[in-house]
Each structure stands twice: as C-alpha cells, then as structure tokens.
C-alpha cells in the first residue's frame, strides 16, 4: 500500500491522491497556504480516499469555513467502512472534533495513539495551546501538554513539525533551554514552517527580547503569503512589538493591514482575540481608545462569536464588548456564562467593565484573584499576560504603582527587560 511520510498506509491506489494528500498535511502542519487546495487535489484523484475527505473537512474547520465541512465529512463517513482500521479511527477522532465533542475526541487520540503513535495528524489536534488540551478548562493543561508529547520522542526523533509542537509545550512551562534546541532543530528541518517560526517567536517574547523578536519576524515575514493560516496572528506578535518599541506608526498600520475585521481574512478566532489584546495592551501603554474601532470589533463578535462557551474566546468578546460600552450585551456574559471556565469568565466580565468605565480599584479586584487560574482559559501565556496587564494598569491607574510594579515583575520578569513593561505609569 501507499503510504504517508510517517510510514502509515493509506487506503488509495492513486500516487496522485497520496502526493496530494501529502502535501496537504505538510501544509497542515507548517502552516502554510494551501492545505484545503491539496486535499481537495487528493479527493478528486480518488473520490473514494476516506482519509482526503475527512482531513479536506478538518482544513475548512481550521480556516475558519466549518461550514464547508459537512459534505466532505458526510463523504469520509461513507467511505470509512472501506479504509484501513487506522484511518476509521481517525475518521472517528475527526468527526467528534467536527460535531463540538471535543472532551470524547481528545479520549480517543489518547487511545488510538497507543496502536499507532506516529499518526500525526491524529495527534495534532491534541496539541498546541489552541487544541483540544489547550482549551481543556483544566488546570495543569500545560503539563498535561507536555506529557502527551514527551512520551512519543521515542517514534518522531528529530521530525520537524513533533519538535515544532515539543518546543511549544516546553516553552509554555518555561523550560527555555529545552525549547530552544527543539525549536531550533524544527526551523532548521522546515525553515519556512510557519508554526516553528511563531513558536520561536514566543521564546523571544518570554525572555523579554523585543528589539530582537521583531527584526526575526520582520525578515521572516517578507515570504509569508496573507492567505496562511498564521498570517493575521504572527502579524499580532509584530505589531505589539512595534508599539511596545515606540513604532507607533508601524503598529496601527500593521492593525489596519493585517489584523482588523477586513484586513485580515481569518481565521476568525484570530481576528477576534488578536484585534481585542492589540487595542487593549495599546492603549495601557499610553495610547487614546479607540471608540469606532472597539465598536467595529463587538459587531464582529456578535457575528461570529455570539456565545461560544470557550473561555478563551469569551475572554476577548467580553473585553471588546466593555470597551465598546456596550453593557447590554456583556451583561449576558456576566449573568450566564457558558462552558468549563464559566467561573472565570463572569468577573472578568465585570472587571473589564470596570475597566473600561475608569473604576481601577474594582477591575483589580476582581480580575486579580484570576491570575493563579488563568492557564484554563488557553491559549499562550503571552495571550493570557493580558489579564496581568490589565491588572497591573488599573493597579497604576488606582494609585498603588509600587503594588503594580511588584505583581508583574513577579509573574512576568522577563517582560520588563529591553525598555520597561509596557503599561503607561510604571
């Protein structure tokens, strides 16, 4: 049988379909533009190639088109009788992510990593801040990262997109060494990977290395088409380094360009979070609110992202909806909030809205006591530094400076190097 770079065999007899399929899952995995195209090459060389039909309906999920999922979903399930047991299990794990059974989905990568652990593309939805651990709701998701990855060592060596994935999870416990040399030996597999690029760029912003972060992203950036799937939030990382190192200019022109609502295509869940922490760090460092722009985001929030129930991003929907000043709306966050982090969304709502009316004390105290929790809401630690931030600017704006200054050289002490933490009055 055809088989995929990791020695699983597929169930076609088209070398078309499986170079196709192939590069789909290259393009997966370095996130780079064209996944969706490949897969679907894959499928018109073989309609009947389960695993091009299910993994075509994961590339539409993963930009933003879920949607467009259904039929190639709906074909993967009539074919999957006919694939090999691998395949069905994957066409299993795919589908329950597919449907919102993310809980059962991550049960059954576990199991079905036991019989086959070099299924990377079983594995990946597992990993990564924006997986199915990552928005788990749990504390201690980032060991729990870390230990499904290590294990595997042992089956992957020195692949690229596992040391991609490896760094990932040891930078986010901050064991930076060790992130290091896997993040290195990732670029130095896939340069153009830009999931290996992005995760170098964390370790740049948690060792507080702006000026140094910027020019590697900058450089890096010239060959990255807008249609990637990590164009708009690596755009994220360079415009707040832009403003954090007084390109003022260059920061909003990169906003306007690449991430806000019709500047960038998507996903849309990078549009959302990546557009609210932007407008919200800037204006901490010192920059004037911008009303017509915090209004933009909250229309686009009430598109997309209504009531999603993942912290994460009712994280961000509550913020742009305080800082829109639309009460109305977040208060639907405050009263019945959704999802495993629930308890945490509710005074964050209310903290943002202090916030945003000027009340210091209050948003302090009631986002604060968040902070020791905050890894289940997901995604990266230099997201979630947005509630620090906060805090720690209302602590400023409140009059207790030196309390501010002691709460985030505390949690964050790598972020005041190169010019100071980024809040206005520290």
Not at 380 to 403: F, K, N
Request: aromatic content about 8%; glycine content about 10%.
């Amino acid at each position: 049988m055809l088989q995929d770079r990791y020695g699983n065999d597929l169930s076609t007899t088209s070398t078309a379909a499986r170079d196709a399929y192939l590069a789909g899952v290259e393009s997966l995995m370095a996130a780079t533009p064209g996944m969706d195209t490949a897969f679907q090459a894959a499928v018109t060389a073989d309609d009947g190639f389960a695993l091009g039909h299910i993994s075509l309906a994961r590339a539409k999920q993963l930009l933003g088109r879920g949607h467009e999922a259904k039929a190639p979903l709906a074909r993967a399930r009539e074919l999957a009788a006919a694939a090999t047991p691998r395949e069905r299990s994957q066409i299993a794990i795919f589908e329950k992510i597919l449907t919102g059974q993310g809980a059962a989905a991550l049960e059954a990568i576990r199991e079905h990593l036991k019989s086959w652990p070099r299924d990377a593309m079983a594995l990946a939805p597992a990993t990564s801040v924006f997986g199915l651990i990552g928005f788990s709701g749990k504390v201690g998701r980032e060991a729990d990262q870390l230990a499904i990855l290590a294990p595997l060592e042992k089956h992957y060596g020195d692949d690229w997109w596992y040391r991609t994935q490896l760094a990932f999870a040891q930078i986010e416990l901050q064991m930076f060494d060790e992130g290091l040399r896997n993040i290195e030996a990732a670029l130095a597999g896939f340069p153009r990977s830009a999931h290996a690029a992005h995760i170098r760029t964390h370790l740049f912003y948690e060792l507080g290395e702006r000026e140094a972060g910027l020019a590697y992203l900058t450089d890096w950036m010239k060959d990255y088409s807008r249609e990637g799937l990590l164009h708009c939030h690596i755009s994220w990382h360079v415009a707040l380094w832009s403003m954090e190192t007084g390109r003022r200019e260059q920061a909003w022109h990169v906003y306007d360009e690449a991430l806000r609502p019709g500047g960038a295509w998507g996903p849309q869940i990078n549009v959302l979070t990546d557009c609210a922490a932007f407008l919200a760090r800037t204006e901490m460092a010192g920059e004037p609110r911008q009303p017509e722009r915090w209004r933009e985001l909250s229309d686009y929030a009430t598109q997309w992202f209504p009531r999603t129930g993942l912290g994460f991003v009712d994280m961000h929907t509550a913020l742009a909806y305080a800082m829109a000043g639309d009460s109305e709306t977040l208060a639907k966050f405050v009263e019945s909030p959704r999802g495993a982090t629930a308890d945490l969304v509710a005074p964050m709502g209310q903290g943002f809205d202090a916030y945003a009316r000027g009340d210091w004390a209050r948003a302090a105290e009631e986002i604060e006591p968040l902070l020791a929790t905050h890894e289940r809401l997901g995604g990266s630690r230099a997201q979630r530094d947005l509630l620090e931030y906060i805090v720690t600017s209302a602590m400023v704006q409140a009059g207790r400076a030196e309390a501010a200054r002691s709460l985030i050289a505390t949690r964050r002490p790598q972020n005041g190097k190169g010019g100071g933490f980024p809040v206005a009055g520290l």
